[in-house]
């Protein structure tokens, strides 16, 4: 399979090794794919469907309908774009991992959907576009997720050419990875080159992680986490700052990440003799693995009435969506991950990044649905954490 860049020329799939493959095979697994099982929900629209079809009590802030929600909060044209500050780019979903939360449905079967060169320089031209463009002034962080980014062939070098931008690099990491002899060397090699780490954690207990992202990840993770310390990230260093990022386990919203922030820092503290910087406390998306898991226990309808009911109107300002762009494994452009992987492409004349325009982006206007309520409930919930 392969896919035109901005110049006509074509990218294809990158060429994985069987030990890179045996690697991935060998981390902790709580579920499988919806792509590896074929079920109905691996389709988005089957997702944007299922959410559509929940029937809902509207309550004193919300109408159910996002769109109607925007205007009454005063959006009456939409979703507008601020300045572009952070270039997103999902480099693959290819995982270690299955975890039953994921909103992207990685995994160890999703070989397939990992960037290739062609498509990493292309993501590089468009980052070149913007800086030289005299509104692209506010670009300032390349945030590189998945799947596991690192298991993609070409991730030291994007990290490397975006440092060399002057450009703050935050790798979303699982933690795990860093367990597997391929990549240890990397705590010291982020270090080096001032990368973020933003660690995925779902509780601080053994517990709450193992039950939503499989057995053996949390033994795996407080290692990870003591291996980041040992390079120096932890320690309040701004060139090495380690951030973990938690969802609820259950249909529950997220709790205040201030206070939480505090209780974890004492509690990895106390048992671990581990640090980090702060945390990130996030709503998870009702969609993919998570949507699924919200329909086999009953709990959609009553997780879709808690955003509702939380739905708070200044949490919109700070969404990501606005100050984002995304970019999918393939090159192609979204306003947010969470539309990348419902596949609704974002409103602009062109559809891959090599192609990027940033006066049309800037002109767009971002397209919403109902998943857009656990952006927006509570204290808000995005890449960086709360938004109000």
Known sequence: MAFPDGDGAAFSLPVLSAELIADVMDGPKQTTSLYGRRTPLASPDAQLSALEGVALDIGPTSTGSFHRDLVASGWTEGLLPAPLEVFQINIGKLCNMTCRHCHVDSGPDRVEENMDLGAVDACLRAIDHIQAHERGGSLHTVDLTGGAPELNPHFEYLVDECVA????????CNLTILTVRRYKHLPEWFAERGVEVACSLPHYRQLGTDAQ???GTYDKSIRAIR???????GQGDPDKILTLVTNPVGSFLAGAQDSLEDEWKAALDRNHGIQFDRLF???NMPMSRYLEWLVEKGQLDVYMERLLGAFNPATIDGLMCRNTVSVGWDGKIYDCDFNQQLEMDAAVPFAHVGEFDLGAWQARAVKTARHCYGCTAGAGSSCGGATA
């Open 281 to 283: 406390a996030l709503n």
């Open 227 to 233: 291996a980041l310390n040992e390079a120096g990230y």
């Open 213 to 215: 992202r499989g057995d």
């Open 165 to 172: 931008r002057g450009l703050h690099v935050i790798d979303r």
